[in-house]
């Protein structure tokens, strides 16, 4: 058994406690609920011959009063930046969120998801933005926590690259 802490950043609202909710339960709920500090959640997943024990920290999302704890990261496997394809203010917040991530806890691996993919013709953020990360080499992902639309693949992608970038 292989056990694993990942962390979920971003800013209020993007969606990182109905990821893991649809991640982890399979559910959606279209309540909103902030989270305080952080929510941890444990998902056990077959990945090749191994099992894998994810410990998922959702961390409370970031605005201008509330800032990330670098605390809260430390021994993470690695983390995904959640942002709000509607939001194009969410995109600055993670760039910002994993600037500090990378000084808390080194060059660990770490996935950008565009959330909400459900409402994508009411998204502020288009291809210059895909572009700009694929430039930088950070690996990005839509998803759906509503539909459930690439959920799984995200966290298997993490994985693949906490192995070294083989298929999870």
Request: aromatic share 10%; proline share 2%; hydrophobic share 45%.
């Amino acid at each position: 058994m292989i056990q694993k802490k990942i962390c979920l950043l971003g800013a209020f609202a993007v969606g990182k406690t109905s990821l893991v909710a649809r991640f982890v339960e399979s559910i959606f709920s279209e309540k909103y609920l902030t989270t305080v500090g952080v929510k941890i959640s444990r998902k056990a997943l077959q990945v090749g011959n191994q099992e894998w024990h994810l410990i998922l920290w959702d961390l409370a999302g970031e605005d201008e009063f509330l800032q990330l704890r670098p605390s809260y990261l430390r021994g993470s496997s690695g983390y995904l930046l959640v942002v709000d394809g509607t939001r194009r203010a969410t995109l600055d917040t993670a760039g910002s969120m994993q600037q500090r991530a990378a000084k808390a806890v080194g060059n660990v691996p770490f996935v950008v998801l565009f959330n909400k993919a459900d409402l994508e013709n009411e998204w502020e953020i288009g291809n210059d933005a895909f572009e700009e990360l694929s430039r930088r080499g950070w690996p990005w992902l839509k998803t759906s926590a509503k539909t459930g639309g690439g959920v799984e693949e995200a966290f298997r992608v993490l994985i693949a690259k906490m192995l070294g970038g083989g298929d999870a």
